[in-house]
């Protein structure tokens, strides 16, 4: 399935080129790049506008804007004396719903706030004044998790692309943010306005060389890099990048224009617009894992999905015992794979092929299972998620293939078990088809009695190496 | 018995120094009027001392309430509310499940300027707020509400500049130092009695999850032992008449237990109070999301000449 984001853009979130952009030239600059972004957006035949804002901080997961019709008046926290913002925005609140739901079923913590006055951020209130002024298409809005790292972020993404494919919605995504955030502590005039420092502009200028020629996932690769050189240390970091990347499938070869990039303050500000088309020079150049499904620590309250819960303490007393991989010649085995149930390695090298043993969803470490055991120490059956057992396995492959110096591009050849076909094979398929499925390996599924451990998927791998 | 302390004195004073922490948490828990989301209770160990520093400081004299909350953060100097009233609806961005609040308040508007002039002479970079749309942050009222429900007293509004976060908390504390001398020259100057309040919680590593029922407290506990310790530490410090120690390990405590003093709250009131080196109360500490939170009041009218 296409991709459907049909367009991304980066905008910044202070508010002077939508109150007062006639104070300086390069505000005005900025104003006319949201102009063209917002005429290119109408053109675009979007259903939606999803904005990832850097200005709505929050803590307790992701939060996403359920109201169907916001209406305040924000002034800025700083800038008040620039004038009252008043907004009434069209708020998808359906697809805010299923967004929510959709992090759920892969392990985010989220939630969804529609409250009367909720006080939308100033980045969201700048982005959709200015690029969607009449409300034509209706938006959504994404807080960014102060304590979200990569993984989550990456995976809030791709729930949000899963939501997407399920509704047939095609998409515009923002992200409201700054380049260097750093401003001037101190009351400048209007006129006086430019980058704080010349390594800032150095910077911006690389970050924004990378997005015009198209290489988003490369910048979000570099995004930790970026936030230690010209990021204030906020509450905030520069993960906008990892969001917007994931919404792209972490392309580097989307075709980029820089609209506008000036000064806010001291900080960097910048339109830029990047169209999914190829520009045809896409060499993937990065070498962080992707992720599916967070296994995070969220759960703080509970420490559920440790070694503490009763799922995994159920497998640890009752299930088979568990045995150190076997070492031997050509033998591959890691800590990051599931402890084995019996005398056998992860994997095994032959000439240029690597066979792996069967793989399960228990996870390394804490034999957890994502999604829940099947059955319970009484073996009465249990609710579980085939989805998110068949993601694990994928995840636990992913980690022995890597181990093995193979990656997911080289699997030639899948045999799975499931030990209910009439239940779980159209959602073991559809997690397929978002993961292995992608890159072409042979398959073949069969349905079994029973595994050794109360999971309800496993998956037999021959890559090449 | 209440205190007139200084009532016929032309010179104004410092009556009391506050740690005022402003979880909305403990709003919601109290179920007034004013905010919409009920509950069953929670946090009682902090609600009980807030209603203790009530109790106290209902016995002090005093015209009004001066507060730097750490959720008006602005990163261009520092700011003050300017104009003598607000109302509205405020809703935590983050807990808003738990604080819509429909405040009402009045500013001292004169004591501000006092202070944001003094300031400005001083060399730091200030400005009124003067915009009449402006929404009052939900730190400034929870801490408002909790030590004055009535808001019968007019406040002083300090945002919290952010230069922790541009510079280091170094350079915050000499900021921080230098603004509440100037606060305590204007408050004298101005022959009022006022109430200085820090709306910062000590340690300030959240849960990332919310339980079920927020104030479910079997679920509530500090996030780690280390945090504990540090709160300990700098609460042994303040019953102690040793406020001079948190002025100096204020930088490790900062990064350390990622505490919200990284606002400037709290070395803004140990200057306004002279850093002081008389015991304070400790009316209560209590954790709330797995923050560390104390009330803590130096009762300066007992201690310095006024």
Partial sequence: MTN???????????????LVPEQNEGWQRLRDAFDEARQQISDSGADLIIIYSTTWPSIIGHQIQADPNPTWTLVDQDFHDLGSMDYSFRIDAEFAEAWNKANHARGLQSRTVAYNGFPIDVGSVVALKLLN???????????????????????????CLDVLKSTGKKAVAVTAMSMSNRMFTEFIDAADDKIHSLKDDEWNRKVLEFLEEGRLEDVAQLSRT???????????????????????????????????????????????????????MGDKEYDEDDVEVYHGERNVLDAEGSENTPEAKHVADNGPAL???????????????????????????????????????????????????????????????IKAQTRAVVENIARILEEAGSSMEQVVDVTCVLVDMDRDCAGYSEVWAETLGHYGPTRTTLAIRALPTPIAVEMKVIAKI | MRLMLGRTMAKGSIVAGCLAPHPPHLVYAENPPQNEPTSEGGWEQLRWGYERLRESLSKIDHDVLVILSPHWQTYVGTHFLGLPHFEGLSVDPIFPNLFRYSYNLDIDVELSKAIHDKAADAGLAVKMMENPDFRVDYGTITTGHMVNPAFDKPLVVISSNRSRHYYSVEVMQEMMMELGRVTRDAILESGKKAVVLASNSLSHRHFTTESDVPEDMSKEHITSHAMHLWDMR?????????????????????EQAIAESDGGGL????????????????????????????????????????
């Avoid at chain 1, 459907?4 to 508010?15: D, E, G, I, K, R």
């Avoid at chain 1, 002024?133 to 791709?158: H, Q």
């Avoid at chain 2, 709330?288 to 310095?304: D, F, L, R, S």
Wanted: charged share 15%; proline share 10%; net charge negative.
């Fill in chain 2, 234 to 254: 700098i609460i042994d410090y303040m019953r102690t008449g040793q406020a001079q120690r948190i002025i100096d390990e204020m930088p490790e405590f900062t």
């Fill in chain 2, 267 to 306: 070395t803004w009131l140990l200057s306004t109070l002279t850093v002081p080196t008389y015991p304070a109360i400790l009316h209560g500490y209590g954790t709330i999301i797995g923050t560390g939170n104390a009330i803590v009041e130096w009762p300066c009218y007992a201690h310095e000449e006024v």
């Fill in chain 1, 133 to 159: 002024p009449d409300n034509a298409i209706p938006a959504v809005i994404v807080s960014s998790n102060v304590y979200a790292n990569r993984a989550e972020t990456t995976v809030l993404a791709k729930s």
């Fill in chain 1, 323 to 385: 045995w150190d991989p076997a070492e031997g010649k050509d033998a591959v085995n890691t800590d990051s794979a599931p402890t084995p149930v019996g005398l056998y390695p992860h994997a095994r090298r032959v000439g240029d092929l690597l066979y792996l043993s069967g793989v399960g969803p228990r996870q390394p470490g804490t034999n957890a299972i994502p999604g829940g055991p099947i059955r319970d120490a009484n073996g009465e059956p249990l609710e579980y998620d």
């Fill in chain 1, 226 to 280: 970026i936030h230690q050189q010209i990021r204030v240390q906020k509450v905030v970091t520069f993960k906008p990048m990892w969001w917007l990347s994931a919404m792209n499938d972490n392309r580097n070869d989307l075709t980029g224009r820089v609209l506008a990039y000036e000064a806010l303050h001291g900080a960097g500000g910048a339109v830029v617009h990047l169209d999914p088309t190829s520009n045809g």
């Fill in chain 1, 4 to 18: 459907p984001v049909l367009a991304s853009y980066v905008v910044p979130v202070h508010p002077h080129p939508l």
